[in-house]
């Protein structure tokens, strides 16, 4: 699997509703998308959840290279660059991932980012994430790592916020879910 996601910062007096109607119209497009897992539509809006800037942050989990390979050489990706110029294109490899079909229903994503510091060995270093990371009951949650900038991120499904107050994050709304076909 394969995870990849870009953040477009936008204005602070963006009107996010463009935002809003164009995954509103578009959207399904990526409803069935070859190799995708899922597609979370995400943004912030500055003022709204501790936000400082508006965004628009599409999260992707890819099963296999294909159908990412297929988004953005074979013109998919293209409406990105078009409407919000030139993009650097995340990429990190899940390491845990405990999603199901109920993601659906979540209206919230919340992310975690955190360091993965020098060590004399990374054995059991999923474990040791799983044991650190804070635990919001029976919410599903990804773990997405980096090797090039030794990070990770966790990200939660969620749809109460009160769970996650007293956190550091950043949280999302989503404004659709894009799946693979079941």
């Known amino acids: 699997m394969i995870a990849t996601q870009y953040k477009i910062i936008l204005p ?17 497009k990526t409803d069935g998308f070859e190799d995708l897992k ?14 400082l800037q ?54 919230y994503v919340f992310e975690i980012t955190k360091e993965i510091h020098p060590q004399e060995s990374l054995n059991n270093l999923k474990d040791k994430i799983e044991k650190d990371i804070p635990s919001f009951g029976d919410t599903e949650y990804m773990v997405i790592y980096n090797p090039d900038k030794w990070k990770y991120h ?19 709304d989503i404004l659709h879910i894009s799946q693979e076909k079941i």
């Not at 293209?78 to 979540?106: A, M, R």
């Not at 966790?154 to 999302?172: A, Q, R, T």
Request: hydrophobic content about 35%; charged content about 25%; some cysteine.
């Open 12 to 28: 602070s007096d963006y009107d996010m509703n463009i935002i809003k109607d164009r995954v509103k119209n578009n959207g399904y």
């Open 38 to 51: 899922f597609k979370l539509y995400l943004i912030t809006e500055k003022g709204t959840n501790k936000s």
């Open 54 to 107: 508006n965004s628009y942050c599409p999260l992707y989990l890819w099963k296999d290279s294909n159908g990412l390979n297929k988004f953005l050489f074979n013109g998919f990706y293209d409406n990105i660059i078009t409407s919000f110029g030139w993009q650097k294109v995340n990429v990190g490899i899940p390491l845990i991932d405990t999603t199901t079909h109920k993601i659906k229903g979540s209206k």
């Open 154 to 172: 966790v990200f939660y499904f969620i749809d109460d916020l009160s769970n996650v107050k007293s956190e550091e994050g950043i949280i999302y």
